[in-house]
């Protein structure tokens, strides 16, 4: 299985060019690419014109093929708060996840305040189908698929994280089959977090079994089931041994991609190849044996 990973932490202190040619020294295959520092009010929306803007992603995705990998997913924008991002930005994101050659793109779901525990949830629904389905067109023009992610919330009363939009996978199945119906083709898939799954007590391979073959791209970190770490496999609890035969056992086709940005964050910039190189490492330690 091809090994993948999140490139926004190292992008934001060494820049994308040099982030490309690390990681694919590291013996990467695929990049995930987080637009986290493009929020809405950006030059990039607010005052590229098309063909700027088309040359900036493609630009990108050139590099990453020069260096022998690919862009193999992308991450819109995450604005602060719960909403997502409007729609003619996630329009913009989903046309530069095409431009650099990434045939799937994650955007967040719609968290509206006070949606957590299940509450409330008929407005939760009816707002991400609204937007969702406002996004059908961009998509179909572009040939990208959206990952719908599994997501944890805040409860400031328990003053914990805790299960929100999308947190369980009845959910997410629910969400990805009924825009696809409504879409008339396959343009929703799963994107599944790890480290999500165990915020929420869903568990991640019982969402990747139940998934199947809606699964299509991964978001993969460690943590310890209170705080979204995003740290590599083997610094938290989730068991990715079970996790790697599930994946073989629903007979999973992307990526393994890594979203372990605060694994980097412990070490300085002199150590950050070793640091993608181990995470490679571990990667393919996981897989190799099963898929």
Known sequence: MKICTSISYLTDRIGYEQTIKLLSEAGFDGLDFGMFNFQPNHEIFTSYNDDEFRKYFED???????????????????????????????????KAASFMGSRYIV???????????????????KTNMDYFKALIPTFKEYGVTLGIENMFGYDPELKKLVPTVCS?????????DELNNAAGEKLFAACLDTGHAAISGTGMSDMARHLGNRLEILHVHDNNAVSDMHTAPGLGILNFKDFA????????????????DGFFGKFGENLYFECAELLCKIGHEIVDNVL
Request: proline letters at 6%; one cysteine or more; glycine letters at 8%.
């Open 168 to 176: 369980s996978v009845e959910e997410m199945i629910f969400y990805i």
């Open 107 to 125: 955007i967040h779901p719609i968290m509206p305040r006070g949606c957590i525990h299940g509450r409330n949830n008929d407005h939760a629904v």
């Open 60 to 94: 990108i995705g050139r590099c990453a093929r020069a260096n022998g990998v690919e862009i193999f997913q992308v991450h819109a924008p995450m604005p602060s708060g719960v909403e997502s991002i409007p729609l003619d930005c996630a329009e913009k994101c989903i």
């Open 245 to 260: 035969q599930t994946l073989s056992d629903i007979e999973y086709k992307g990526m393994f991609s890594f979203e372990c």
